[in-house]
């Protein structure tokens, strides 16, 4: 039985995570949470571990109490919910920083996957930054690794985003021109919007289903629109 375990999980991404985890057999799951309760709706058979990611001493729970062979980051926030910039890094940098950093201690490595964002390639601004900064920590801790980098989230979010919600509405007809028009571009593909549930099923699929030992990949524009062309290549 394969134990994965999910931080990030009452996101939007990581609650696609965890309804595909619910419908597996293969595997066991667990959700690192700060309030107990919040995925009963979801999962009937997700273990929640209330966790304090500001708590070094919480960390040496991974691989001990918390049994891990994959762990899928799905960790993020806005500077509006976050407050500042700095309160922003740590949730998007610090705390993945800190479970790459645990995780690489362990005798077996566990395969990590990471969400980050298009654009982090070649970084502008904090938000990307930011991202890269988590991205290279990642690689940095020499753990196997995928990480995906999504445009535009499609799916229902617990808080009202308008610029989000405006750019959903318009997502619809530009991904059915774009599959008419231009299935294999590159470029278009790269910051076409997506499905969350597209998202989660790309970081399970490469990280469950078809794992690399010493798999270091990164999913963007068609791979992770289609990532079975990920499977037996970078």
Do not use: N
């Amino acid at each position: 039985m394969v134990h994965v375990v999910v931080a990030g999980a009452t996101g939007l991404i990581g609650r696609e995570l965890i309804r595909q985890l619910e419908a597996r057999k293969d595997v066991e799951f667990t959700a690192l949470v700060r309030k107990a309760g919040r995925l009963r709706s979801i999962s009937g058979r997700v273990q929640e571990a209330v966790f304090d990611f500001d708590d070094a001493a919480a960390y040496e729970r991974l691989g001990t109490e918390i049994p891990c062979d994959v762990f899928l980051c799905a960790l993020g926030t806005t500077i509006g919910i976050a407050g500042s910039p700095e309160a922003f890094r740590k949730v998007d940098l610090e705390y993945p920083k800190a479970l790459a950093e645990r995780l690489a201690k362990l005798e077996t490595k566990p395969v990590f996957g990471a969400v980050s964002s298009v654009g982090a390639g070649q970084p502008k601004g904090l938000y990307l930054t930011t991202k890269a900064d988590m991205e290279r920590a990642l690689v940095d801790s020499g753990l196997p690794y995928v990480i995906v980098r999504p445009s535009l989230l499609l799916g229902s979010r617990t808080e009202f985003r308008l610029g989000e919600r405006v750019a959903q509405l318009l997502a619809g007809p530009f991904l059915f021109f774009a599959k008419m028009l231009a299935p294999q571009s590159k470029l278009l593909w790269k910051y076409a919007p997506i499905e969350a549930s597209a998202v989660a099923h790309a970081l399970l699929l490469t990280c469950l289903d078809e794992p690399r030992v010493g798999s270091a990949r990164i999913l963007e524009g068609l791979k992770l629109h289609h990532p079975i062309f990920s499977i037996g290549g970078e």
